[in-house]
Nanobody, 120 residues
Framework: QVQLVESGGGLVQPGGSLRLLCAAS????????MSWYRQAPGKEREFVAL????????NYGNSMKGRFIILRDNANNTVYLKMNSLNPENTAVYYC?????????????WGQGTQVTVSS
């Protein structure tokens, strides 16, 4: 059973930093592309960052470039999102996503999300 469990969210002041963590299980983590998305109230889910299976490629949403960093630890089946210089527009539920191939099927799985609130 695929499980993605996010943690590390919380309340942070504008200008502050947070590190989100996604613990994965139930699939071959080192073969999966991992990504983060976010969804603010009343808005569509938005792409935040992606890291390839071997960590050789990363990509970020336009407003995250230079402030967010995605990392992975294949030995511990974990993906991280380090967020710096946070502002209230970054308030959202942040979701971890795994994309991988199992047999002949391409699969995508989501975590339950972790709330990030940026407020003074």
């Amino acid at each position: 059973q695929v499980q993605l469990v996010e943690s590390g969210g919380g309340l942070v002041q504008p200008g502050g930093s947070l590190r989100l963590l996604c613990a994965a299980s139930g699939f071959t983590f080192s073969s999966a592309a991992m990504s983060w998305y976010r969804q603010a109230p009343g808005k569509e889910r938005e792409f935040v960052a992606l890291i390839s299976s071997g960590a050789g490629f990363t990509n970020y949403g336009n407003s995250m470039k230079g402030r967010f960093i995605i990392l992975r630890d294949n030995a511990n089946n974990t993906v991280y999102l380090k967020m710096n210089s946070l502002n209230p527009e970054n308030t959202a539920v942040y979701y971890c996503k795994a994309n991988f191939v199992r047999g002949t099927s391409r699969q995508a799985h989501w975590g339950q999300g972790t709330q990030v609130t940026v407020s003074s």
